[in-house]
């Protein structure tokens, strides 16, 4: 649990903060121990905050509540006239009236000198002055903590107000925040907050707490250029942006979100602090602008690997980081592998990094990166072993079947080769490759389906395009892979290419298959996958397109069977007579292309007859029956003319 008191850090106890309120630049703020200096601040003129900001004891995170004056129940107390407090007067007419602002439901100044009421100009809304000698007593700090509030209460009077405290109410929305020109500090912790809004205002803010909302996006901050402090710990954000402009933000809250990558910290120059514990992150990326970052918290969070912290690594004045409860936190030799690559590091998961520890993690590291090199190698020759006993396997296959299809002989039909192994792996995070059988060994992998909405592209080697049908579902989960490419894959219908629909292609290579040889192949995936725009390497054209609609328009998946078994014979039978040539291969173009335009008109030809054959049928029983109906002395004829008749005709 981290500590509310605190902005960032939960190593230290003290919460002090303490703001140059004679001028709106120069400011110190010190902040779990730590002193922010940001201009030349004046000493003779700096103010403390109330006690809640001071005491070193201060309770922690979702906890913490004002230490100041009066009760602290939210409730408003009842007090009766005090020394040097004025009670608003009353007009001729029975109103009470402050500053020529008509009020109603006035109640007494509590301990504090606040009072509470309600302007007729805007009903339901509250209204809070103070009583003279309480503005006078402190001018440049009002504090509305656990007041029940659920609306920002109208401010009168309150233009030299610099610190405003909000915090342990119940407001919705942030508002009525006008005529504070010098507001630097503003506190809005645990509250009812949804969204960012109602700051156009204050351009002046250096600091501005809302911790412990419900606030899902980081919006609406343009205005606040000024701004040196943004917390927003305790919320429901899910994605880091709108920051750029904060040029001078130094301290950056965001703990207890729902955030996975960390982003869009570009811009952010004057960064110091960052603090994202308790996240989802797993990548970290982003930090190549923020040279002034010197503690990053990022405790608790998915965190896996070293390689995912790179953007950490070229941070060159880091002297703070805590990755305690993170999945790399238990990799061997954890600490002194951050020692030896972060040379800057002078506090690690909160203990102190030692000259000893130094000097013990160098010597260890250099160790650990012989053994690491000796084992990248070793796994680059057992990979390169696999694949080379795939590839063997898959084309032993592939030659016995050439001899089946050659000799038509089905005596060792059931004669079965090698097994065929699996291997696959991640390709430069965004690329998966699968040999041979690897289809089958998805499903007992699930860090590889964990991250599956990285993997752009699918290579497919040496695995039958059956394999890909009955695994459809599994390679359907990486639904962000638009790109795939096939090698070996004993493709030589084009009907077996129509299981590539259920895919949202952009991008296709096929290459060492039967089918790529045909003539149109290319026109069929065009076809078959209006999405693709490049095959092969090349651009999809939009005359492509309509040549291809005009030559598969009127072909359906079944009578496509029906071509792909003709051209598959054709090919068989003018192989060899084909040569490799212009002149050859515009004959085999010509070729085919008769062949498919005599395939459409049989199959036009089919669709007609189907259509007209029940008419045909009917008229041909309508004239049966006609002339059946004409000839009654057949039909009725005694049985003895009969016998005559055939008598006769026997004769």
């Given at each position: 649990?981290?500590?509310?008191?605190?902005?960032?850090?939960?190593?230290?106890?003290?919460?002090?903060?303490?703001?140059?309120?004679?001028?709106?630049?120069?400011?110190?703020?010190?902040?779990?121990?730590?002193?922010?200096?940001?201009?030349?601040?004046?000493?003779?003129?700096?103010?403390?905050?109330?006690?809640?900001?001071?005491?070193?004891?201060?309770?922690?995170?979702?906890?913490?509540?004002?230490?100041?004056?009066?009760?602290?129940?939210?409730?408003?107390?009842?007090?009766?006239?005090?020394?040097?407090?004025?009670?608003?007067?009353?007009?001729?007419?029975?109103?009470?009236?402050?500053?020529?602002?008509?009020?109603?439901?006035?109640?007494?100044?509590?301990?504090?000198?606040?009072?509470?009421?309600?302007?007729?100009?805007?009903?339901?809304?509250?209204?809070?002055?103070?009583?003279?000698?309480?503005?006078?007593?402190?001018?440049?700090?009002?504090?509305?903590?656990?007041?029940?509030?659920?609306?920002?209460?109208?401010?009168?009077?309150?233009?030299?107000?610099?610190?405003?405290?909000?915090?342990?109410?119940?407001?919705?929305?942030?508002?009525?925040?006008?005529?504070?020109?010098?507001?630097?500090?503003?506190?809005?912790?645990?509250?009812?907050?949804?969204?960012?809004?109602?700051?156009?205002?204050?351009?002046?803010?250096?600091?501005?707490?809302?911790?412990?909302?419900?606030?899902?996006?980081?919006?609406?901050?343009?205005?606040?250029?000024?701004?040196?402090?943004?917390?927003?710990?305790?919320?429901?954000?899910?994605?880091?942006?709108?920051?750029?402009?904060?040029?001078?933000?130094?301290?950056?809250?965001?703990?207890?979100?729902?955030?996975?990558?960390?982003?869009?910290?570009?811009?952010?120059?004057?960064?110091?602090?960052?603090?994202?514990?308790?996240?989802?992150?797993?990548?970290?990326?982003?930090?190549?602008?923020?040279?002034?970052?010197?503690?990053?918290?990022?405790?608790?969070?998915?965190?896996?690997?070293?390689?995912?912290?790179?953007?950490?690594?070229?941070?060159?004045?880091?002297?703070?980081?805590?990755?305690?409860?993170?999945?790399?936190?238990?990799?061997?030799?954890?600490?002194?592998?951050?020692?030896?690559?972060?040379?800057?590091?002078?506090?690690?998961?909160?203990?102190?990094?030692?000259?000893?520890?130094?000097?013990?993690?160098?010597?260890?590291?250099?160790?650990?990166?012989?053994?690491?090199?000796?084992?990248?190698?070793?796994?680059?020759?057992?990979?390169?072993?696999?694949?080379?006993?795939?590839?063997?396997?898959?084309?032993?296959?592939?030659?016995?079947?050439?001899?089946?299809?050659?000799?038509?002989?089905?005596?060792?039909?059931?004669?079965?080769?090698?097994?065929?192994?699996?291997?696959?792996?991640?390709?430069?995070?965004?690329?998966?490759?699968?040999?041979?059988?690897?289809?089958?060994?998805?499903?007992?992998?699930?860090?590889?389906?964990?991250?599956?909405?990285?993997?752009?592209?699918?290579?497919?080697?040496?695995?039958?395009?059956?394999?890909?049908?009955?695994?459809?579902?599994?390679?359907?989960?990486?639904?962000?892979?638009?790109?795939?490419?096939?090698?070996?894959?004993?493709?030589?219908?084009?009907?077996?290419?129509?299981?590539?629909?259920?895919?949202?292609?952009?991008?296709?290579?096929?290459?060492?298959?039967?089918?790529?040889?045909?003539?149109?192949?290319?026109?069929?995936?065009?076809?078959?996958?209006?999405?693709?725009?490049?095959?092969?390497?090349?651009?999809?054209?939009?005359?492509?397109?309509?040549?291809?609609?005009?030559?598969?328009?009127?072909?359906?998946?079944?009578?496509?069977?029906?071509?792909?078994?003709?051209?598959?014979?054709?090919?068989?039978k003018q192989a060899a007579t084909f040569k490799e040539g212009s002149k050859s291969r515009k004959i085999a173009r010509h070729y085919v292309d008769k062949v498919l335009q005599d395939v459409l008109v049989i199959d036009k030809k089919v669709h007609k007859l189907n259509a007209i054959w029940p008419s045909i049928v009917r008229q041909i029983v309508r004239s049966t029956l006609a002339e059946l109906e004409s000839r009654p002395n057949v039909v009725d004829a005694p049985a003895g003319e009969d016998s005559r008749s055939n008598s006769t005709s026997n004769e």
């Amino acid at each position: 649990m981290g500590s509310r008191g605190k902005l960032l850090s939960s190593s230290s106890k003290s919460n002090l903060l303490n703001i140059n309120v004679q001028g709106t630049k120069s400011h110190l703020m010190n902040v779990q121990g730590r002193t922010y200096r940001s201009g030349a601040a004046s000493s003779n003129s700096r103010n403390k905050l109330p006690e809640f900001y001071s005491n070193p004891n201060s309770p922690r995170e979702g906890q913490r509540g004002y230490r100041g004056t009066g009760q602290s129940n939210g409730s408003l107390p009842s007090v009766g006239s005090r020394t040097g407090i004025c009670s608003p007067k009353k007009s001729s007419a029975g109103m009470t009236s402050v500053g020529g602002t008509s009020l109603s439901q006035v109640k007494p100044a509590d301990e504090d000198g606040v009072i509470f009421a309600v302007s007729k100009k805007q009903p339901g809304v509250p209204f809070v002055f103070r009583t003279q000698t309480a503005r006078m007593v402190s001018p440049e700090r009002l504090n509305l903590d656990r007041r029940n509030l659920a609306i920002c209460p109208v401010l009168e009077g309150e233009e030299q107000l610099r610190l405003l405290n909000f915090e342990n109410n119940n407001i919705a929305k942030i508002s009525n925040l006008r005529n504070l020109p010098n507001l630097i500090f503003l506190d809005l912790y645990n509250n009812q907050i949804k969204e960012i809004s109602g700051l156009e205002s204050l351009g002046t803010l250096r600091v501005l707490m809302l911790g412990k909302n419900y606030i899902r996006t980081v919006e609406r901050l343009e205005c606040l250029s000024k701004l040196d402090v943004l917390d927003l710990h305790s919320n429901r954000i899910t994605k880091i942006q709108n920051l750029s402009h904060l040029r001078d933000l130094r301290v950056l809250n965001l703990a207890g979100n729902q955030i996975d990558v960390m982003e869009n910290l570009e811009g952010l120059y004057s960064l110091t602090e960052l603090n994202l514990r308790r996240n989802n992150i797993h990548t970290v990326h982003g930090l190549d602008q923020c040279n002034s970052l010197n503690r990053v918290y990022l405790s608790d969070n998915k965190i896996a690997s070293f390689e995912s912290l790179e953007s950490i690594f070229r941070l060159n004045s880091l002297a703070e980081l805590t990755l305690d409860g993170n999945l790399v936190a238990s990799n061997r030799y954890y600490r002194e592998y951050l020692i030896d690559r972060i040379k800057t590091v002078k506090t690690l998961d909160m203990r102190r990094v030692t000259d000893e520890e130094r000097r013990v993690a160098t010597m260890l590291v250099r160790n650990d990166e012989k053994l690491e090199k000796q084992r990248r190698e070793h796994l680059k020759a057992e990979r390169a072993h696999t694949i080379s006993a795939i590839e063997s396997v898959w084309l032993s296959k592939h030659k016995r079947r050439l001899s089946k299809d050659r000799s038509r002989s089905h005596h060792n039909h059931n004669v079965r080769g090698p097994t065929m192994k699996g291997y696959y792996e991640v390709k430069e995070k965004t690329t998966l490759l699968l040999y041979g059988s690897a289809l089958d060994m998805l499903t007992t992998d699930n860090r590889l389906f964990a991250d599956r909405e990285r993997i752009e592209k699918i290579e497919i080697y040496y695995c039958d395009i059956t394999s890909l049908s009955e695994n459809i579902n599994k390679l359907r989960r990486f639904s962000n892979a638009n790109s795939y490419a096939f090698g070996h894959n004993d493709i030589r219908l084009f009907t077996q290419l129509d299981v590539l629909a259920a895919f949202n292609l952009k991008e296709l290579s096929v290459a060492h298959n039967r089918v790529c040889k045909t003539t149109l192949f290319r026109s069929y995936i065009v076809f078959k996958l209006p999405t693709i725009e490049i095959l092969n390497g090349k651009q999809v054209s939009q005359a492509e397109r309509d040549s291809a609609g005009s030559k598969f328009s009127l072909v359906n998946s079944a009578p496509m069977s029906h071509l792909d078994e003709i051209l598959s014979k054709r090919k068989d039978k003018q192989a060899a007579t084909f040569k490799e040539g212009s002149k050859s291969r515009k004959i085999a173009r010509h070729y085919v292309d008769k062949v498919l335009q005599d395939v459409l008109v049989i199959d036009k030809k089919v669709h007609k007859l189907n259509a007209i054959w029940p008419s045909i049928v009917r008229q041909i029983v309508r004239s049966t029956l006609a002339e059946l109906e004409s000839r009654p002395n057949v039909v009725d004829a005694p049985a003895g003319e009969d016998s005559r008749s055939n008598s006769t005709s026997n004769e």
